[in-house]
T-cell receptor, first 114, second 112 residues
Framework: AQSVTQPDIHITVSEGASLELRCNYS??????LFWYVQSPGQGLQLLLKYFSGDTLVQGIKGFEAEFKRSQSSFNLRKPSVHWSDAAEYFCAVGAQGGNEKLTFGTGTRLTIIP | EPEVTQTPSHQVTQMGQEVILRCVPI?????FYWYRQILGQKVEFLVSFYNNEISEKSEIFDDQFSVERPDGSNFTLKIRSTKLEDSAMYFC??????????FGSGTQLSVL
């Protein structure tokens, strides 16, 4: 069965500092990997996804993520965070086919301090 | 950008009562989903729906749950007899098929 681990429940970062959110997955075949962001009172918004090809994927809002098969990881990064990046971030893995069920991690809450 | 709309945003009900959570998916989408998130826990898949039938469901989606697309625009989740443990945020999602799910902002269900 597929699973996702986000080891950091809560991260605090200073505005302008770099950010890395960790995600490890378990899946028997080549996974489809996603990062979603949830702002307070909002739905889940897709930041980026990896299906195949270049292992460094670019997303919206200046985010990127790198797929590392050897480490079963798909960490999310941003070189310089903005106060508006404060939110809950979810990593998810999906089966090939892309539109079947997603398995989510428990999320990482990001707090930005001035 | 088109949106998935969910109503109500908050629903309070008594244990044992029936609730219907409503969703309006994006109009040209073909695949519909319900997920839920119990407070402090991960977002969990409940059910997927395509071509007017359930395509996949999780263990959570037992006989107390049902989904319907009654009129070609709405997509509903019904819980027949709510339990305390059904309290959660319920997310509707839709897609054209393929890679991108669009999620609604959720309905917070509180069962008292």
């Amino acid at each position: 069965a597929q699973s996702v681990t986000q080891p950091d429940i809560h991260i605090t970062v200073s505005e302008g500092a770099s950010l890395e959110l960790r995600c490890n997955y378990s899946y028997g075949a080549t996974p489809y990997l996603f990062w979603y962001v949830q702002s307070p009172g909002q739905g889940l918004q897709l930041l980026l996804k990896y299906f195949s090809g270049d292992t460094l994927v670019q997303g919206i809002k200046g985010f990127e993520a790198e797929f590392k098969r050897s480490q079963s990881s798909f960490n999310l990064r941003k070189p310089s965070v903005h106060w508006s990046d404060a939110a809950e971030y979810f990593c998810a893995v999906g089966a090939q086919g892309g539109n079947e069920k997603l398995t989510f991690g428990t999320g990482t809450r990001l707090t930005i301090i001035p | 950008e088109p949106e998935v709309t969910q109503t109500p945003s908050h629903q309070v009900t008594q244990m044992g009562q029936e609730v219907i959570l409503r969703c309006v998916p994006i109009s040209n989408h073909l695949y519909f989903y319900w997920y839920r998130q119990i407070l402090g826990q991960k977002v969990e898949f409940l059910v997927s729906f395509y071509n007017n039938e359930i395509s996949e469901k999780s263990e959570i989606f037992d006989d107390q749950f049902s989904v319907e697309r009654p009129d070609g625009s709405n997509f509903t989740l019904k819980i027949r007899s709510t339990k305390l443990e059904d309290s959660a945020m319920y997310f509707c999602a839709s897609s054209q098929g393929g890679e991108k799910l669009f999620f609604g902002s959720g309905t917070q269900l509180s069962v008292l």
